[in-house]
């Protein structure tokens, strides 16, 4: 491997809570201590492991284990419809409040990916990270049913999703849904 960062993580689960110890290789050389931890985890080492090079995204906030908090946010796709978008990281939404960002560049680089993608799966989600010059990537894709909500509103998620299935069209809105204080954590 090329020297450089990576973010090392199970299939499906990742041990950002242990950042250094368990999710960030700051070297190539790391890459065998930190690989080596995630595997003894009791999660994810029955795991595939994921060697990704970390990119580093807007930066919103550090955690106390060092973890940067990327402006991140998590689409819910059905048969290549949007149905839901939401902040990623839910146990910040106090800390950070909103933020500003050009809602139509986000909803461009949404759609291109969900066009890209469609074919794959009929249910996913695609997690997007913003660039510190705005526009945005894809971090990854996941199977829709093994993903967490973040801050994606359960009442617009599931009634876009009953709607797609009974073939009735729905539009992404220019603007996020405001989402219900009752329904929040």
Not at 4 to 25: Q, R, Y
Not at 106 to 127: P, Q, S, Y
Not at 141 to 167: A, H, Q, R, T, Y
């Amino acid at each position: 491997l090329p020297e450089g960062e990576w973010f090392v993580k199970g299939e499906t689960n990742s041990l950002k809570n242990l950042w250094f110890e368990a999710c960030f290789a700051p070297t190539t050389k790391d890459l065998v201590r930190v690989t080596g931890r995630v595997l003894a985890d009791n999660v994810t080492g029955s795991q595939e492991i994921v060697i990704k090079p970390f990119q580093n995204f807007r930066r919103l906030a550090t955690g106390v284990t060092g973890q940067p908090i990327f402006h991140e946010r998590r689409v819910f796709v059905l048969d290549g419809t949007v149905l839901s978008d939401g902040f990623y990281w839910s146990s910040w939404v106090d800390e950070i409040g909103d933020v500003d960002y050009d809602r139509d560049v986000f909803l461009g680089t949404v759609n291109a990916a969900v066009e890209r993608v469609k074919h794959l799966a009929r249910f996913n989600v695609i997690d997007f990270a913003q660039y510190e010059d705005g526009n945005w990537g894809v971090v990854e894709i996941n199977d829709g049913c093994m993903s967490g909500l973040s801050e994606n509103n359960p009442v617009v998620l599931w009634k876009n999703f009953s709607e797609v299935l009974n073939n009735q069209k729905i539009i992404m809105r220019s603007k996020p849904v405001q989402q219900n204080n009752i329904l929040k954590r």
